[in-house]
């Protein structure tokens, strides 16, 4: 398989084997009209597998939703055909919009201009707690 190299943009690395089509989604990566590609069940010495999607042209990308769906991601930012950073990303400790409340009685069910916020309740097993009625959030990735 040859995937060209990227001249300016962005290569998302290190992406649990599975998730890269979650964070294409939740980047609405279908809707540039520059050139994307998802690689799949890429081999890794580190991870067994991973995925790897990349962007050319450069973004500014969410670093929450990228930390929410998998906080070991790298983010390498290309200029010139060169590395010019590379961001960590680490598990968000709130986040906003990001998921929905599915409690009916929450404050959010009822008033639809209230931004979903969640915050971070137990980073081992990756729990978030909605901010105004402390529903537990489905995990969804």
Do not use: W
Not at 97 to 125: A, D, G, V, Y
Request: charge should be neutral.
């Amino acid at each position: 398989m040859n995937i060209d190299g990227i001249t300016n943009g962005l290569v998302i690395d290190h992406i649990e084997a599975g998730k890269g089509m979650d964070l294409y989604n939740a980047l609405h990566l279908g809707e540039l009209e520059s050139s994307v590609a998802l690689i799949k069940n890429v081999t890794s010495r580190k991870m067994g597998k991973k995925d790897i999607i990349k962007v050319d042209e450069v973004l500014d990308v969410d670093l929450d939703i990228l930390g929410f769906i998998d906080p070991n991601i790298t983010v390498n930012i290309i200029k010139n055909n060169e590395r010019v950073q590379k961001k960590h990303i680490e598990l968000p400790k709130m986040v906003k919009n990001i998921i929905k409340c599915k409690n009916p009685r929450c404050i959010t069910s009822t008033e639809q201009e209230l931004p979903h916020i969640f915050k971070l309740t137990n980073p081992e097993k990756r729990t978030y707690r909605c901010l105004y009625c402390e529903t537990e959030a489905e995990k969804r990735y």
